[in-house]
């Protein structure tokens, strides 16, 4: 199992950014895709980003796309997803995952494929 805290999130004003991590701890996190999803009040989990073991591949959500950038740095288990240009359709509390599958090299959007979540973390973008 892999233990995951998110930090980073807060209160921004729209068109503004925002730096979230994921820190792991536990079993091997250079061994597993990792993703983001977000949780708006009211609405169902939502895949937002998605990085391959070595972090040379990465998928997004539709809604992320262009704005969000997720990388990893395995050396000190961390994953991280920058947020530009937020607006208030971003707010919702984000949560890091592991996939469930080692070495897993495919883009995963259902949450059911991940195992291991933090706590979230919460990011609001204000008008």
Known sequence: QVHLVESGGGLVQAGG?????CAASGRTFSSYSMGWFRQA??????????????GQ??????????????????????MDLQMNTLNPEDTAVYYCARHRTPYY??????????????????????T
Request: proline fraction near 2%; charge should be positive.
């Open 17 to 21: 950014s925002l730096r979230l991590s």
């Open 41 to 54: 009040p009211g609405k169902e989990r939502e895949f937002v980003a998605q990085i391959s073991v070595s």
């Open 57 to 78: 591949r990465t998928f997004y959500g539709e809604s992320v796309k262009g704005r969000f950038t997720v990388s990893r740095d395995n050396a000190k288990n961390t």
């Open 105 to 126: 090299a495919g883009l995963t959007y259902s949450s059911a494929a991940y195992d291991d979540w933090g706590q979230g973390t919460q990011v609001t973008v204000s």
